[in-house]
């Protein structure tokens, strides 16, 4: 019958050069550099300070944000609550018709 054919390695062609010799080398110590004298770093950036109108703010902020990601997910939730009872009652509407095309058989 038919059997398969398994490709055969070819074997590798061209000229095969050794790897090459590392030398090694020798380090002479240079001048020595004095160091630089450290600064006092400058503030990379300001203190925040809360206000009581800015603390309300933030606030009034998270609380609508919770609020809207909350209507969200619950409309999220009805729509395949819906989209479910709709499917089961399409499945017993259709078990209904067949079963009673069977019944006049």
Do not use: E, N, Y
């Not at 110590?29 to 203190?47: D, F, L």
């Amino acid at each position: 019958m038919l059997r398969p054919k398994f490709p055969t390695m070819p074997q590798p062609t061209g000229l095969i050069t050794p790897p090459a010799v590392i030398q090694p080398t020798t380090i002479t110590p240079g001048a020595t550099v004095p160091q630089p004298v450290a600064v006092a770093p400058a503030p990379s950036r300001p203190v925040v300070q809360l206000t009581p109108v800015t603390a309300l703010a933030l606030v009034g902020g998270g609380t609508a944000v919770v609020l809207v990601v909350g209507a969200v997910l619950v409309s999220l939730l009805l729509a395949v609550a819906i989209t479910g009872a709709s499917v089961a009652v399409c499945a017993v509407v259709l078990r209904s018709l067949l079963a009673s095309d069977a019944k006049r058989r």
